[in-house]
C-alpha cells in the first residue's frame, strides 16, 4: 500500500511569509505527527494529530500551527517566517498514535527561508 | 526529564568491519519504548526495531542486532560485516506512554555512518 506522502517536497519562501505543508498518511492511520529536522537541533516534535484533534504539541511557538481533516490528512502552517525555520519537515503516521506504534515516516518537505 | 544521548556524531568503518552505535537514554516512565530509525540520504526515516522496557532480551535480524540494558539504560545497535549500502544517519528515539501516551518520539541527535568499500 502506498507510504505516507508529503507535499510539497521542496519550498523557498521568503521571511515574513506565510507557508502550508501537506501529509497524507498511509491508509487506514488516525494519527499524524510532525517533526522538524534543522543540523543544529536535530529531530524535533512539533505535534501530534488524531481524529481531528490535537493531542500533543512540541515546544514551538505560536507561529507553528496544524490541523487534521476527517480523512485524517493533515497540514502544518507556519506564519511570518524567520530564517531559522529553514529545516526539513517531517510527517509520520501510525494506526492509533500511542508509544508502542510504530511510525511510518514520509521523505520530508525541505523548506528554505530567504 | 526525558532525553536520549547518542554520544558518536560521526563513524567511518570499511566494509566488512563490524560497528556499534550507543544510545543512552533518560526518562521517569516505567513503560515506554525505544526505537532505531535509519535515514538514508533521501531523507525518509525508515523503521528498524522497537523494543519495550520490560523485554531486555537481545534481537539479532539478519547482520543486525540490539542490546538492551535497563540497569544502563542503553540500547545499542550493532550491525555485523558492514556493507556501503549501510551508510546512513542512524537514530534512536523514545517514547513514553506518560503525558498521554501519544507516541511522541524523542530522538537522539543521530549517528552518522560511513561505510567505506
Known amino acids: 500500500k502506498a507510504g505516507v506522502t508529503q507535499t510539497p517536497r521542496y519550498l523557498i519562501k521568503t521571511r515574513g511569509q506565510q507557508v502550508t505543508l501537506s501529509c497524507s498518511p498511509i491508509?487506514?492511520?488516525?494519527?499524524v505527527s510532525w517533526y522538524q529536522q534543522t543540523p543544529g537541533q536535530g529531530l524535533q516534535f512539533l505535534f501530534e494529530?488524531?481524529?481531528?484533534?490535537?493531542?500533543n504539541k512540541g515546544n514551538f511557538p505560536g507561529r507553528f500551527s496544524g490541523r487534521q481533516f476527517s480523512n485524517s490528512r493533515s497540514e502544518m502552517n507556519v506564519s511570518t517566517l524567520e530564517l531559522g525555520d529553514s529545516a526539513l519537515y517531517l510527517c509520520a503516521s501510525s494506526f492509533w498514535g500511542r508509544a508502542n506504534n510504530e511510525q511510518f515516516f514520509g521523505p520530508g518537505t525541505r523548506l528554505t527561508v530567504l | 526529564a526525558q532525553k536520549v544521548t547518542q554520544a558518536q556524531t560521526e563513524i567511518s568503518v570499511v566494509e566488512k568491519e563490524d560497528v556499534t552505535l550507543d544510545c543512552v537514554y533518560e526518562?521517569?516512565?516505567?513503560?515506554?519504548?525505544l526505537f532505531w530509525y535509519k535515514q538514508p540520504p533521501s531523507g525518509e526515516l525508515v523503521f528498524l526495531i522497537r523494543?519495550?522496557?520490560?523485554?531486555?532480551q537481545n534481537e539479532i535480524s539478519g547482520r543486525y542486532s540490539w542490546n538492551f540494558q535497563k540497569s544502563t539504560s542503553s540500547f545499542n545497535f550493532t550491525i555485523t560485516a558492514s556493507q556501503v549500502v549501510d551508510s546512513a544517519v542512524y537514530f534512536c528515539a523514545l517514547s513514553e506512554t506518560g503525558s498521554g501516551n501519544t507516541g511522541k518520539l524523542i530522538f537522539g541527535q543521530g549517528t552518522t555512518l560511513q561505510v567505506k568499500p
Open positions: 526518562t521517569r516512565d516505567t513503560t515506554y519504548y
Open positions: 494529530y488524531f481524529s481531528e484533534t490535537q493531542r
Open positions: 491508509s487506514g492511520h488516525r494519527s
Open positions: 523494543r519495550n522496557s520490560f523485554d531486555e
